[in-house]
């Protein structure tokens, strides 16, 4: 284990800013239609993955940006991951990404609504910009069960096809369950008990998590999230065997040898509601949500960007 060690916030948080303001009702708006409106979003449900999947896209046209479907099918079913893209100076690549299916049951909105609605109000800030790596946001299909770590989960999918293309991906950054929060001694739990002597027993933070070959990723990300955010965070780069470490689409990207990361609230150890049918949009924090997604802002900016 590699713990990240450094200065993590402590203080009590500023009110939001103005443009701060703008991106909560982004974020409660998007987590709203997902795990509000549409509901439960699988193959199971598949009318209502398909609806999730035509929000994403029109989101992300009406920002400006032309949507790639790319497509591949699960028992005669069409399964679309969707891509835009900011090109940049260098071939490099930086993929901000979160799927968008919701466990069997459950209507998704910290699991994975929120990582959806933070996909894309990062992307319609970064529309248009002019940077130095490629940056690329990715919604990716079917990583619940019971397409978990195989093959036919989305985000394994896209990058298989991105290795047969030569892609270059310096960093994936996998947005998973970010919304949920307590201030609760407690609160928190680790899949080894050790952890618990290590890290905080209060589930106040959001954790940056890599396997062991993704350290550097890692280390950059958190550091520069802890300069510029006003909420608690806590890294480690951990053997993908533990349980938790490979629990989101970063896990495909490393079957195929790119660098990735996860940013979460660390989901079922610490939020109560976890793939169940009580995941619903009130169970929120989007005060905290919005302090992340705002420092994340400023962790991708630094990653397209590394000279300036």
């Not at 999947?53 to 949507?67: K, R």
């Not at 799927?99 to 998704?108: C, L, N, Q, R, T």
Request: aromatic content about 10%.
């Amino acid at each position: 284990m590699i713990r990240m060690p450094g200065s993590s916030f402590k203080g009590t948080p500023s009110p939001l800013t103005t443009n701060e303001l703008a991106l909560r009702a982004e974020l409660a708006g998007a987590v709203q239609k997902l795990g509000g409106e549409i509901g439960e979003r699988n193959l199971a449900h598949y009318p209502r993955l398909l609806q999730a999947a035509q929000y994403i896209e029109d989101s992300l046209a009406h920002c400006g940006y032309h949507v790639r479907r790319d497509n591949y099918e699960v028992q005669g079913k069409t399964c679309s991951n969707l891509e835009v893209e900011v090109s940049g100076t260098s071939k490099e690549i930086i993929l901000v990404g979160a799927h968008y299916d919701s466990v069997f049951g459950s209507p998704g909105a910290n699991d994975n609504g929120s990582g959806v609605a933070a996909v894309l109000a990062l992307a319609r800030r970064f529309a248009g910009t002019q940077n130095y790596r490629t940056l690329r946001f990715v919604a990716f299909v079917n990583e619940e069960p019971f397409y978990f770590q195989s093959k036919d989960m989305g985000s394994y999918v896209y990058a298989e096809r991105c290795r047969e293309r030569g892609d270059q991906i310096s960093g994936m950054i996998s947005l998973e369950t970010i919304g949920y929060f307590s201030g609760h001694p407690g609160s928190q739990y680790y899949p080894v008990p050790g952890l618990g002597l290590l890290y905080p027993r209060t589930g106040n933070f959001i954790g940056f998590v890599s396997n062991i070959d993704s350290r550097s990723l890692l280390r950059r990300a958190i550091g520069e999230f802890r300069r510029q955010a006003q909420v608690p965070s806590e890294g480690a780069a951990l053997p993908s065997a533990v349980p938790g470490v490979g629990w989101s689409d970063q896990w495909g990207f490393w079957q195929h040898g790119y660098p990735g990361m996860m940013v979460t609230d660390t989901a079922a150890f610490r939020y109560p509601n976890y793939h169940a049918p009580s995941d619903t949009p009130d169970k929120l924090d989007y005060d905290a949500m919005t302090r992340v997604v705002s420092g994340l802002e400023k962790v991708i900016q630094r990653q397209v960007n590394p000279t300036r």
